[in-house]
């Protein structure tokens, strides 16, 4: 499908944990994939909807080309322009990296990609903190220059996202980075040396983010958010209290904090553009559910209430927020996640419910939403 700068185009942010490497061996058992997770979890309270199990892909292993190209053409099919692949670059160490330079590799499956670098440390507890370090992420200008030299030939491919005609390149913690301005600059000259043009760089706001300064040219929204998880209300805290008394302690689970979506889609639509960012530089993100109970044993993050309608509805916002501040080019609504099962946060079939969040994906952003 081809798109005009005018149109509103979705990027899915695409998980590649799916299929065993040798660290996830050693770390976490012979065979270890996200799917690990998924398959062992258990619901927590009465009503909480776990195992959420796949359907039309199963359990899938992405160093099958068919498993990419079955995604691709799913992807193509409800209207998703591109994914945008987690990467994983530890000073010169690449994890997880397989599928993407398969991709690269064989020119198959025939669907744009972009690259997020996932610069947290890689822990026991799956969320970069500095407990129980199994990678660290050590910074310095030569690695700088190392990595983004290494990026060249991906970078180079015909199907790699462009925007604002720029190679299309993000970061999950730009804070993390000790000069990021230094570290932007580094990267710019050597995609310029290399022939390449210009890079259009994005840093994601899981942090405070100021574009004056850092030398990025967008923010880009995380959902859920940090900066807009709701207030639990007097009654939610009730049913948290007790449902984590009765069922999560006998399944090995610490409390976890339990939210309402619709509370999570009304505080995400009502935000305002954070400081340090202008609206025409701020691209919004949408997330079809949440619940990582499967991952994260120690004080989960659960939303309850999530549909395809109301997913359809926040998405529908977005994008007539992103046509009325994103100037032609550049505007792209982030999705979080095509893939995330651990994390309870994935537009690809289930088994309780299909097609629909695709089906909803594809209705808000079909021409009529875009008008």
Known sequence: MRHSPDDVQAIAIHLPQFHPI????????????????????????????????????????????????????????????????????????????????????????????????????????????????????????????????????????????????????????????????????????????????????GEFTTSDVNLATSGFDVAVEFAPSPYALPKQRRFQRLLTKIWCRSFARTRGTRQAAIHLYDDLCEAMVGRETPAGVTSDRWLRCVSPSWDNSPRRKDKPLIFIGSTPGKYEAWLRSMVRWTRSKLPPG??????????????????EPDQKNGHAYLEATKRALSSEANE
């Open 22 to 201: 040798p660290e996830n061996d050693e770390w976490w058992g012979k065979g270890f994939t996200e799917w690990t997770n998924v398959a062992k979890a258990k619901p927590l309270f009465p009503g909480h909807d776990q195992p959420r199990l796949p359907a039309d892909l199963g359990f899938y292993d992405l160093r099958l080309d068919e498993v990419r190209a079955a995604q691709a053409e799913m992807a193509k099919a409800y209207g998703i322009s591109a994914f945008c692949y987690y990467h994983y670059w530890f000073n010169g160490r690449r994890i997880l990296e397989r599928p993407v330079q398969e991709i690269h590799a064989s020119g198959e499956p025939d669907f744009p990609f972009c690259l997020c670098w996932a610069n947290e440390n890689w822990t026991r507890t799956w969320d970069g903190t500095e407990s129980s370090v199994l990678l660290h992420q050590d910074y310095s200008p030569d690695d700088d220059r190392a990595h983004i030299r290494s990026l060249i030939p991906l970078f180079s491919d015909p199907r790699y996202l462009r925007i604002d005609g720029k190679i299309a390149f993000f970061v999950y913690r730009s804070n993390r980075l000790p000069d990021p301005a230094a570290t932007v600059a580094i990267w710019r000259e050597e995609v310029g040396r290399a022939g390449l043009g210009e890079l259009f760089l």
């Open 330 to 347: 550049r505007r792209f609504v982030f999705i979080n996640a095509w893939n995330e099962w651990a994390e309870g946060n994935f537009l």
